[in-house]
């Protein structure tokens, strides 16, 4: 899951925090994928979940103050995506917690966040790199 120039939205702290992003989900993926046993890949299964819990946060509140300062015209639409997201990883938790961290389920989140990584990054943020090329033109 490489990070690609055409995810770029061209606003340095939210294209250094996409990167960030990819990265770790990159490197949570090939624990996954490796020859370890499952029992010492659960340790990067729980930092992966810490770091989601705390950066998504953090980078969705950065990305929400910018497309504020922007003037952004789908913000309320794009914070509603941000929150479901947000909502489906806090899920996640509680299925862990309740169920432990058994590989179909964590195979199932690791799935879930290559897809809406790559989708919302590729396709829902890029509209904000639209509007504000757009903005650009206009001046």
Same mark, same amino acid.
């Given at each position: /899951? /490489? *990070? ?5 939205? @061209?606003? %340095? ?5 996409? /990167? ?6 990159? !490197? ?9 046993? *499952? ?11 810490? &770091? /989601? ?8 509140? %950065? ?5 504020? !300062?922007? @003037? ?12 479901? &997201? ?9 299925? &862990? ?18 897809? *809406? ?12 790199? %639209? ?9």
């Amino acid at each position: /899951m /490489m *990070w690609k120039d055409k995810y770029t939205l @061209g606003v %340095d702290l939210i294209d250094k925090q996409h /990167m960030e992003l990819f990265e770790r989900v990159e !490197s949570f993926l090939l624990v996954l994928r490796s020859k370890e046993p *499952w029992e010492h890949k659960v340790q990067k299964v729980k930092e992966t979940l810490e &770091f /989601m819990k705390e950066y998504v946060v953090k980078h969705f509140h %950065d990305e929400e103050c910018y497309q504020r !300062s922007v @003037g952004y015209p789908d913000c309320n639409r794009h914070c509603e995506i941000h929150a479901e &997201f947000t909502s489906e990883v806090q899920e996640f938790v509680k299925l &862990f917690e309740a169920q432990g961290y058994e590989e179909p389920l964590v195979q199932k989140f690791a799935g879930k966040l290559v897809a *809406w990584l790559i989708n919302h990054v590729a396709a829902t943020d890029q509209k904000i790199a %639209d509007y504000i090329h757009r903005l650009e033109v206009e001046v």
